[in-house]
């Protein structure tokens, strides 16, 4: 059973610059969660999608942005970035919310120069 | 603002001692919860949940829950130097993880 895939895994960028991050959850899962992670904050929520629908969003501005797709695929844009946004970006998938705990990728390791 | 405490160690312990990890959490209609391991670079493996109070064992793991204290823990057995790693402590709400920052846990051989 293949595990959480996250694209890409390494991404180096330029202030003001937007990227986009990929994540492709277990199959049949159809809960994707997006997480920033940190040295300062720890693991910081962003949001999570459901069938295509954002059901929850964390305390992030609004230059942070998903998608989820009908296959549940996601992906995540932030736009004119900040040195500050540098951070290891983590993506958990599951079947439907948290009843049996959330599988999480490898992260998308973005640095902001 | 849901928080979720722990100590960030590290926490020493001799291999084959038990290790014991605590979180406290703030929301009191809090009804999940989750241990994670992360070793360093890597992202999180999911160890153990639970959600009734009580005892929970797993292998070299057991977590406990008390929800009137609003306090997790999650004691390792026997443990072993393949068990440094930071421990994050998560509470569950509205399909959200809310981390603790994680207690550092080194076993020395």
């Known amino acids: 059973k293949a595990g959480v895939t996250q694209t890409p895994r390494y991404l180096i960028k330029t202030r003001g610059q937007q990227v986009t991050l990929s994540c492709s959850p277990i199959?049949?899962?159809?809960?994707v969660s997006w997480y920033q992670q940190t040295p300062g904050q720890g693991l910081q929520f962003l949001f999570e999608?459901?069938?295509?629908?954002?059901?929850n969003k964390g305390n992030f501005p609004g230059r942070f942005s998903g998608r989820q797709f009908s296959n549940s695929r996601s992906e995540m844009n932030v736009s004119t970035l900040e040195l500050g946004d540098s951070a290891l970006y983590l993506c958990?998938?599951?079947?439907?919310?948290?009843?049996?705990?959330?599988?999480f990728g490898s992260g998308t390791r973005l640095t902001v120069v | 603002q849901k928080e979720v405490e722990q100590n960030s160690g590290p926490l020493s312990v001799p291999e084959g001692a038990i290790a014991s990890l605590n979180c406290t959490y703030s929301?009191?209609?809090?009804?999940?919860f989750f241990w994670y391991r992360q070793y360093s670079g890597k992202s999180p493996e999911l160890i153990m949940f639970?959600?009734?109070?009580g005892d929970k064992e797993d292998g070299r793991f057991t977590a406990q829950l008390n929800k009137a204290s609003q306090y997790v823990s999650l004691l390792i057995r026997d443990s072993q130097p393949s068990d440094s790693a930071t421990y994050l402590c998560?509470?569950?709400?509205?399909?959200?993880?809310?981390f603790g920052k994680g207690t550092m846990l080194l076993v020395s051989p």
């Open positions: 929301d009191r209609g809090s009804q999940s």
């Open positions: 998560a509470v569950e709400g509205y399909s959200t993880l809310t």
């Open positions: 199959s049949g899962h159809r809960s």
């Open positions: 999608y459901f069938s295509e629908t954002q059901r």
């Open positions: 958990a998938s599951s079947l439907d919310g948290g009843d049996y705990g959330y599988t």
């Open positions: 639970i959600y009734s109070n």
